[in-house]
């Protein structure tokens, strides 16, 4: 990610067109706004025209009728007013447009995550996916608050100073156009060299944060074997490189920043004086009008100077927006439901040949049959590796199957519609994922509908009610970042109330292996059982005595069913589980 | 002011750069009074037309002069006393990182990643921001400010200087608020970003339970929300930022209306020429930035003490576990007699460790069962000396181990942690961690050791892969394997694996300790696990029970003796037969 591409003209346009596309929901916002800033302008270009007006026609003739010249400071101090408050309003709905455009495109980022499929999360790391919603489309904030709205600022500044001193002079405002070349070449030069100095900079400079943020997780291998020296000199180097790299920067915009501008404002300061100088050898020059120019070239340098230290952002944005667009034209999609109304009444679950690969090359199912008939249990036995998983992740639909087919009551799973998949289909995973939120929040997910007597009744169905009752808050307890302040038990009663309170009609159990303290497990144990009465179940077993009463074992190995029976059946196979359930039993041969 | 003191260290390190950037300053602040005067002069010559073509050539001759000195000037100014401030960045950052390597794992248990990253990250940017742009808005403020407010009052006219100055403290002030309150409204702002993140965050790790209860659309909305309250917080901002620009217009413009009307009646009095106004108002408008300037000051310099002194609290955090003074400079070797009645990690109420006691012959293996919290890792921690303040003793070879160097006892442990960490580098750097520049066949003497060197020969690169975040993702096991790999190379007299085999599959298991076993004959080992094949071989075993030992004795011995070891083993036997599946058969 350290190595920032650059791009194309014609990529910038288009990722700068594509960014405009935003705006065009607020395009009356961006018209008034446009509007309150065409009004700004005139106001200060009509200043010092008011002046000119009287240094010229009072001043210089020493002519003090009181009338004129109250009227005069009094339109001016109206305009200085009227534009104090139509600027701060133009200022303020600039800022509103540029934040809404990114609050819209940050939910566009988000929405496009939720479609995405699980293959696309098993491949991207999750803090790149994050920093494409967050840190990624600040970056472009900044861009549209500072960059886009300066420079429209400016332009409009610029034009309209062009069009009062063509008012007031044409053949000199011809000549203040000269300084315009300059003025493009400079910022032409600044940003070729910029784009490298200061992409440079950034790229040192992440270098360093990540070599600090891993020499700080990894402190205690460095300590353990005594590396902290050439920790420091590598350290020491980046710095060193940080640091070159940031002087470059600094002399860069030292050579050709504010000091170059200003040194343009007086070759315009010089070509002024030296128009004015030679055309008053031959006829009078108003003074007001000198004034008035100087006052057009002093105020037309501050928004140049403005746009000049935006110019390291963009690069910077662009950066960004390519990466957030990338995101928003990712293809990895969740797999595809008809629309149909197809409702999962009993729960007949049928796997029909299904053969599976996660790389389209390696199969991890290799035509895989079986049926569950409702309200029974199918249990799956076998190593790591071996499919186990794979057969959840079909069913749940995390992932597309090209061969075979599964049914639930007779309809392909892929004709159900979404929802009713998921309010029927109840998964309870290995990890029980907690959210920061409640207890009751976590039970019962966004879901309005749930009365508190409802999500209590699932903590009671699932025996979780007996600790929640204990705790301080009961049910609106605080539940931390992934549940930490809980043991692993609890986060799982949890998670079971949490799919029971959805009463679904297939349970998919992905049972847990981590080290749960004997007091919990066995209320674990007692819920699941209950939680199997009347629904069709699938359930991944790591300990056996769990699934005794399951009316169809499934003994996996590679991709492959390698036995399958009842408890009793698959006893008197006197293969594997046999001897499973010998060593269970403690009868070691 | 106070945080210029705090600084001084560093002014007097770079006096040369100071002293030259600021007299630098100093001349610009004098040449820049000088284009207003020579306008002035030309519109009066203009308007009495007394100009001719040499005056005129001379006044821009000057001009010409004047900007080009400037130009130079400004550039010089801006490298020594933006440089410096570079520097002060850099000597802070490399302050802090050798700090942090020699703080102890108490220093890190204590204090969060992210909050370390942010004082030698936002920190340290907010002190430099105070040695450079703090500098010059001190300066400025005060000395440009000063020159041009001398410039009109002695060179103009002193009445209207006054006159005119009657608005400005007004934006000195504003901006001080404005600033303030901009910077309150920024934090807001940015723990509403912090929120959003952390919601980002949440959602894709739990990515699968909102797929699995079809609650995308919910989480979006809930993701809406958070984006909204960001907006508006943001908002509150740029309703403070956007006061800024007007305020200051409104404030000037008041300053210019005041000094034309007056200085029309000077001119009418014959005190003034119209030069002169035209020059006035141009150094009125010069005076905004010191203003302005003076306005941010104290904002600045109250985030870069508030900065300073963070960064000045973690420096000053000492050491905590030292060499003794006449520490032996020997590598230790030999027998380990642990022997500790009692030992509280620091904050802590409960003991972790209560009369532990054991001895380990030179050559043995040490096997440690118990649950996570049973005391495994307080022992090895203290074998590490990663914490002190036990009651009873730990003797390794001839002497306690805290008579020792630090840096000789590590030197002798090979330590292979739970938590297998690998640097972002190659496979190669990772396994030679401890000894940058070994050769490559003790690299893979090593590798083949521990039974990954087949493994990293399938990577596209080899020993060159590059592993971590931004390279190939390792599988547990395989990092496991180089880590302890890494510990092997120092070929240590003590090696310790920290339940480092929990992810290795049986086979490999077995096939990794019996390579150990013919290697180390001679070196002492300890291992740490939940599963008992990973220590069944070992000379002497303990299980541990909250921080007691409540079995111990060789395999045999505890499986004659029925107990918690016994029980464990009967149900981990069964465990390991569901897990090779099919083979079992065998």
């Known amino acids: ?589 | 002011m106070s945080v210029f003191l705090k600084l001084d260290w560093f002014f007097k390190e770079r006096k040369k750069e100071y002293i030259l950037g600021l007299l630098m300053l100093t001349i610009v602040g004098i040449l820049i009074l000088i284009p207003p005067k020579i306008i002035g002069y030309v519109i009066d010559e203009i308007g009495s037309r007394t100009l001719t073509t040499v005056s005129l050539l001379k006044w821009i001759a000057i001009i010409i002069v004047v900007a080009l000195v400037m130009y130079v000037m400004r550039y010089y100014w801006r490298m020594m006393i933006f440089g410096s401030s570079n520097y002060l960045a850099k000597i802070l950052r490399e302050k802090l990182f050798c700090h942090f390597t020699k703080m102890s794992s108490s220093f890190y248990q204590e204090r969060r990643i992210g909050d370390l990253m942010a004082h030698a990250t936002n920190d340290v940017s907010a002190v430099q921001q105070t040695a450079g742009a703090g500098v010059l808005t001190l300066f400025d403020s005060i000395v440009t400010g000063g020159f041009v407010i001398v410039a009109m009052a002695f060179t103009i006219d002193w009445r209207l200087t006054f006159i005119a100055l009657i608005p400005m403290p007004f934006m000195a002030l504003s901006t001080s608020f404005y600033g303030k309150l901009l910077h309150e409204r920024f934090g807001i702002a940015q723990a509403a970003f912090s929120d959003l993140n952390d919601k980002t965050q949440e959602s894709i790790a739990g990515i699968k339970v909102i797929k699995t209860f079809g609650q995308q659309k919910e989480d979006i909305a809930d993701f809406t929300k958070l984006s909204e309250n960001l907006v508006s917080k943001n908002m509150k901002v740029a309703r403070v930022d956007s006061l800024f620009d007007p305020t200051i217009s409104l404030i000037v413009g008041i300053s210019f209306l005041l000094s034309l009307g007056f200085g029309a009646k000077f001119i009418v009095d014959g005190a003034m020429t119209i030069g002169d106004l035209v020059a006035f108002n141009t150094y009125l408008g010069l005076l905004v930035w010191p203003m302005l300037a003076f306005g941010m000051l104290f904002n600045i310099m109250e985030r870069g003490s508030a900065s300073y002194d963070r960064i000045h609290q973690l420096l000053s955090i000492p050491v905590e576990i030292d060499d003794k003074v006449d520490a032996l400079d020997t590598r230790p070797a030999g027998d380990i007699i642990f022997a500790v009645d009692d030992f509280k990690f620091p904050g802590e109420q409960k003991s972790s460790l209560k009369n532990v006691h054991f001895e380990l012959k030179q050559g043995q293996t040490l096997g440690i069962v118990g649950k996570t919290g049973a005391g495994k890792t307080a022992i090895l921690k203290l074998l590490l000396r990663e914490f002190e303040g036990y009651e009873g003793k730990i003797i390794f070879g001839q002497h306690q181990i805290d008579e020792y160097k630090k840096s000789r006892l590590k030197e002798a442990i090979g330590y292979v942690p739970q938590e297998h960490f690998l640097f972002s580098t190659t496979i190669t750097n990772n396994i030679a961690f401890s000894n940058i520049d070994v050769e490559r066949e003790k690299v893979e003497h090593v590798a083949k050791l521990a039974y990954i060197h087949e493994d990293i020969l399938a990577f596209s690169n080899g020993y060159e892969t590059i592993v971590g975040e931004r390279g190939v993702s390792l599988s547990g096991g395989q990092k496991q394997r180089i880590s302890i790999a890494r510990a092997l190379l120092t070929n240590p007299e003590l090696l310790i694996l920290d339940d480092s085999l929990s992810a290795v599959d049986a086979k490999t298991e077995e096939a990794i300790l019996q390579s150990l076993k013919n290697e180390r004959q001679h070196a002492t080992t300890i291992i740490t696990s939940h599963r008992l094949s990973a220590i069944e071989h070992a000379h002497l075993i303990i299980v541990l029970h909250e921080g007691t030992i409540v079995e111990k004795g060789t395999h045999e011995q505890l499986m004659a003796l029925k107990g918690k070891y016994y029980e464990m083993y009967q149900l981990q036997q069964l465990e390991r037969l569901v897990e090779k599946g099919g083979e079992a058969d065998e």
């Open chain 1, 1 to 589: 990610m350290n190595n920032q591409p650059t791009f194309s003209n014609r990529e910038q346009t288009k990722i700068l067109l594509r960014l405009l596309k935003y705006l065009k929901p607020h395009k009356i916002s961006v018209f008034f706004a446009l509007f309150l800033l065409t009004l700004t302008v005139i106001g200060d270009v009509l200043g010092p025209y008011i002046i000119k007006v009287f240094l010229d026609n009072h001043v210089a003739v020493l002519n003090f009728e009181t009338k004129p010249i109250v009227f005069l400071a009094g339109s001016y101090f109206a305009i200085q007013v009227l534009n104090v408050f139509i600027s701060y309003f133009q200022l303020v709905k600039f800022q509103e447009i540029a934040l809404n455009v990114i609050g819209q495109l940050r939910i566009d980022v988000f929405s496009k995550i939720h479609q995405l499929g699980t293959r696309f999360f098993d491949t991207t790391p999750a803090g790149s996916i994050v920093s494409r919603a967050t840190n990624d489309t600040e970056a472009i904030k900044d861009l549209f608050v500072s960059v886009l709205s300066s420079f429209v600022q400016a332009a409009f500044l610029i034009v309209g100073m062009y069009v009062a001193m063509f008012l007031l002079n044409p053949i000199l405002a011809c000549f203040a156009l000269l300084i315009l070349p300059l003025i493009i070449m400079v910022i032409y030069i600044y940003r070729k060299y910029s784009s490298v100095v200061y992409m440079t900079m950034r790229e040192k400079l992440s270098q360093l944060n990540v070599k600090l943020s891993e020499s700080l997780s990894g402190m205690g291998i460095v300590q353990a074997f005594r590396q902290e020296e050439r920790f420091n000199d590598e350290f020491h180097q980046i710095n060193n490189e940080h640091f070159r790299s940031a002087m470059n920067n600094t002399k860069l915009n030292s050579l050709l920043l504010r000091p170059v501008i200003d040194l343009i404002y007086f070759v315009a300061v010089v070509l002024l004086l030296s128009y004015f100088g030679v055309s008053s050898f031959e006829t009078a020059v108003e003074v007001g009008v000198i004034f008035a120019f100087i006052t057009y070239i002093n105020r037309f340098f501050e928004p140049i100077n403005q746009v000049m230290e935006q110019l390291a952002l963009f690069q910077q944005a662009l950066v960004a927006s390519s990466r957030v667009f990338a995101l928003i034209d990712e293809e990895e999609l969740e797999p595809a439901q008809q629309q149909t109304d197809y409702e999962i009444r009993d729960g007949f679950i049928e796997f029909k040949n299904v053969t599976f690969s996660y790389d389209g090359k390696t199969p991890v199912l290799k035509n895989i049959s079986f049926t569950v008939n409702p309200g029974e249990t199918v249990a799956l036995v076998g190593s790591t590796g071996s499919g186990k998983s794979s057969i959840i992740n079909l069913l749940m639909r995390f992932y597309e199957f090209e061969h075979g087919d599964i049914f639930i009551d007779g309809h392909s799973i892929k004709s159900y519609s979404k929802n009713e998949l998921r309010r029927k289909l109840g998964l309870v995973l290995q990890d029980p994922f907690l959210f920061y939120g409640t207890i009751d929040s976590n039970i019962r997910l966004h879901d309005k509908n749930l009365t508190d007597k409802e999500v209590q009744a699932a903590a009671q169905f699932v025996q979780a009610d007996q600790f929640i009752e204990q705790l301080p808050d009961k049910y609106n307890q605080k539940v931390t970042e992934r549940g930490s302040t809980l043991s692993s038990g609890q986060r799982q009663l949890i998670a079971f109330a949490r799919t029971i309170a959805t009463n679904p009609k297939v349970l998919v159990l992905d049972e847990a292996t981590a080290s749960i303290d004997t007091e919990t497990e066995v209320a674990i144990q007692s819920s699941l059982e209950k939680m199997r009465k009347g629904r069709t179940t699938i359930a991944i077993a790591h300990r056996l005595s769990t699934i005794q009463d399951a009316e169809l074992i499934l003994v996996m190995h590679k991709g492959e069913i390698v036995e399958r029976g009842n408890h009793q059946q698959l006893l008197s196979q006197k293969g594997l589980y046999h001897k499973m359930y010998l060593l269970q039993n403690g009868i070691v041969e």
